[in-house]
């Protein structure tokens, strides 16, 4: 399967884009968006939209769900704010995403590895849990050192802690250390 193009994600005043959404029982590259939302309307002409490099990359494999959306975590609250292909906001102005639950991962810093199942790693991972549209925590994960041991230190979202730091591994990386070890 091709890999798919990320939402972006505007955080701390600096737009990234969305990593990993953990939602329910699935993982996901993006949040979904509800159907019949009042405020999102859906463009029955695609022919009509304008061919640009953006609407070219939304309409290949790269977009199997044909939209690029632009999120926004602002004032402990996780918005829309923009939708580009397939459908559209009703009205530039942002919503509040109450129909999402679930937990999003944002990365940041450099790249420092990759890992078969997830792919990329960075240096830290933001983890933003979201209820309702409300943010709950922020946890910041230092990927960067002491690999194989979980210290999660949880930050409020209204504390606005700055570099909670924790470290976190794969389990299967894990496992496959410890395959490694037992066999010597």
């Known amino acids: 399967m091709t890999t798919q193009i990320r939402e972006k994600v505007i955080f701390d005043n600096e737009e990234r884009f969305i990593y990993l959404v953990h939602h329910k029982s699935d993982t996901l590259a993006y949040p979904e968006i509800p159907e019949n939302h009042p405020e999102i309307i859906e463009i029955k002409d695609t022919n009509a939209l304008e061919d640009n490099e953006l609407n070219n990359i939304i309409f290949s494999t790269a977009c199997y769900r044909r939209y690029l959306g632009t999120w926004e975590i602002k004032d402990g609250m996780f918005y829309l704010?923009?939708?580009i292909g397939k459908i559209k906001l009703r009205q530039q102005k942002p919503i509040l995403a109450s129909w999402f639950s679930g937990t999003i991962q944002i990365p940041k810093g450099e790249k420092i590895g990759s890992d078969r199942i997830h792919g990329p790693i960075y240096e830290q991972?933001?983890?933003i849990e979201i209820e309702s549209g409300i943010v709950l925590e922020i946890r910041t994960i230092d990927n960067d050192r002491d690999l194989f041991i979980n210290k999660l230190?949880?930050?409020s979202a209204q504390s606005?802690?700055?570099g909670?730091?924790?470290a976190?591994?794969?389990?299967i990386t894990f496992c496959f250390f410890l395959i490694i070890f037992f066999s010597l």
């Open 125 to 127: 991972e933001i983890h």
């Open 160 to 162: 606005n802690k700055k």
């Open 153 to 155: 230190e949880p930050c």
């Open 81 to 83: 704010i923009n939708l």
């Open 168 to 171: 976190t591994f794969s389990l």
């Open 164 to 166: 909670c730091l924790g």
